[in-house]
């Protein structure tokens, strides 16, 4: 009982490792770009549990909340996750359950019209690398290389 308590307090209180966001922008149109993302993950064998259009939500709800200014063209987040290797880290430390799912983002702005930006958040030294490696790959993928 004293360690369930221990471990529920530790996820309770437990900040990000890193505010860092691994970035890379590439010229094209978001549509494919974000097709790419979808189809590097899928072709991995990994299963996108939600793409959150959250460029189209901050439009749609811009006037509801006083907002004055378009932030992106376009941008999404597709979350996934690994079986084998979130096992993998969770079983290094059980507390690594805040970084899963796993996110890769891919945006525009409206003033750099077709400069895609892929991104996903820099993961903590140990074990995370692993999946920070997953992700980058992700990205190379999509973007080309």
């Known amino acids: 009982m004293i ?4 471990f529920a307090a530790t996820l309770a209180i437990a900040s990000p ?3 860092e966001l691994v970035t890379r922008t590439i010229d094209g149109n978001f549509d494919d770009i974000a097709f790419a993302v979808e189809s590097a993950i899928v072709g991995r064998g990994l299963v996108i549990d939600h793409v959150s259009h959250v460029g189209d939500m901050l439009e749609r709800t811009r006037a509801d909340v006083g907002g ?3 932030l992106f063209t376009a941008a999404n987040i597709f979350q996934f996750c690994s079986a084998t290797l979130s096992r993998k880290v969770m079983e290094a430390d059980p507390t690594n359950i805040r970084f899963c799912p796993y996110g890769v983002l891919v945006m525009e702005t409206p003033d750099a019209p077709g400069k895609i930006t892929l ?6 030294e140990g074990p995370m690398q692993e999946v920070q490696a997953l992700l980058a790959d992700i990205v190379a993928e999509a973007a080309g290389n």
């Open 3 to 6: 360690r369930a308590t221990l």
């Open 17 to 19: 490792a890193s505010a």
């Open 68 to 70: 004055t200014v378009t």
């Open 119 to 124: 991104g996903y958040n820099a993961l903590p």
